[in-house]
Nanobody, 120 residues
Framework: QVQLVESGGGLVQAGGSLRLSCAAS????????MGWFRQANGKEREFVAA????????YYTDSVKGRFTISRDNEKNTVYLQMNSLKPEDTAVYYC?????????????WGKGTLVTVST
């Protein structure tokens, strides 16, 4: 059974930083591209970032480029999202995803999410 468990969310002031982690189990982690999505209150879920199997390729949505960094540790079966210069509009539930393909839709697996709240 595949499990993706996010952690690291919380309350932070605008301009601050957080690092999200996602621990994966039940799958051959190095065979999966990993990603992060988010969903703000009353809005549709949106793609944030993705990373290829060996971390050679990363994708970001335009609104987080230069502020967020996705990385992975295949020995620890963990993917990270370092979020710097946070803005109130980054407030959302952040979800970890795993997929056999490096893509931004129709992900194979989802975590349950971790809430990030950025205050003014």
């Amino acid at each position: 059974q595949v499990q993706l468990v996010e952690s690291g969310g919380g309350l932070v002031q605008a301009g601050g930083s957080l690092r999200l982690s996602c621990a994966a189990s039940g799958l051959m982690f190095s065979n999966y591209a990993m990603g992060w999505f988010r969903q703000a209150n009353g809005k549709e879920r949106e793609f944030v970032a993705a990373i290829s199997y060996a971390a050679g390729i990363q994708y970001y949505t335009d609104s987080v480029k230069g502020r967020f960094t996705i990385s992975r540790d295949n020995e620890k079966n963990t993917v990270y999202l370092q979020m710097n210069s946070l803005k109130p509009e980054d407030t959302a539930v952040y979800y970890c995803t795993a997929d056999r393909l490096l893509r931004t839709t129709n992900m194979d697996y989802w975590g349950k999410g971790t809430l990030v709240t950025v205050s003014t």
